[in-house]
């Protein structure tokens, strides 16, 4: 944005309403703002002695997967922006860290980074599609939330599984007529 309007006179202040195309993609990895998205940018840039302070709201359409289900997630991204840009040679500018003030370039401010800072910090690391998602089967990966309600697997120790086919064995012999004795030998 270019400032030049706002001059170095403190109190002096203007009104941006924009919306812009995002150039890349804008948020974390399971969910964000698609590149080529429209943004809204709702802000106030207000000179202060050190340099300008932007203040206002950043609003972007959202998608993702959801973090238990992989089913798609969309949504609305709503983001406060504080921002001061230091004046070059301003004693903020010249006492603060590189990366801890934002700077006046050629009399413009650079948005982005502050942008996708503040967009990131505000979605969640794991979207859920709902509160109570109850994720995918462990064992073959079926949406929970629409499998029958006696979904299930038997899933048997390995430990146990030489005794298991004993007991698969000795039920087929039952089937066949076949009883067995307290000594496993069967009789007729």
């Known amino acids: 944005l270019d400032i030049r309007s706002l001059g170095r006179r403190p109190g002096t202040m203007a009104e941006?309403?924009?919306t812009i195309l995002?150039?890349?993609?804008?948020?974390?990895?399971?969910?964000?703002?698609e590149e080529g998205?429209?943004?809204d940018v709702d802000l106030r840039l207000e000179s202060v002695s050190e340099g300008v302070l932007v203040t206002g709201t950043v609003c972007g359409e959202t998608s993702g997967q959801c973090s238990?289900?992989?089913?798609?997630v969309e949504g609305t991204v709503h983001v406060f922006l504080t921002e001061l840009f230091a004046y070059p040679n301003s004693e903020t500018e010249q006492t603060t860290d590189e990366e801890d003030v934002h700077r006046i370039v050629d009399e413009q401010i650079d948005l982005e980074q502050s942008i996708i800072d503040?967009?990131?910090?505000?979605?969640?690391?794991?979207?859920?599609?709902s509160d109570d998602c109850p994720g995918l089967c462990p064992?073959?990966?079926v949406r929970l939330a629409i499998a029958d309600p006696d979904h299930g697997h038997d899933i048997i120790d390995p430990r146990w599984a030489g005794l298991a086919a004993k007991l698969?064995?000795?039920?087929d012999d039952e089937g066949n007529g076949t009883q067995t004795?307290?000594?496993?030998?069967?009789t007729q």
């Open 16 to 18: 941006v309403h924009r």
């Open 118 to 129: 503040a967009v990131a910090m505000e979605l969640p690391m794991s979207p859920l599609c």
């Open 22 to 33: 995002t150039p890349s993609r804008i948020g974390v990895e399971m969910i964000g703002i």
């Open 139 to 141: 064992q073959c990966g």
């Open 68 to 72: 238990r289900c992989l089913e798609p």
């Open 181 to 186: 004795n307290g000594t496993g030998a069967g």
């Open 168 to 171: 698969d064995t000795l039920t």
């Open 37 to 39: 998205s429209e943004v």
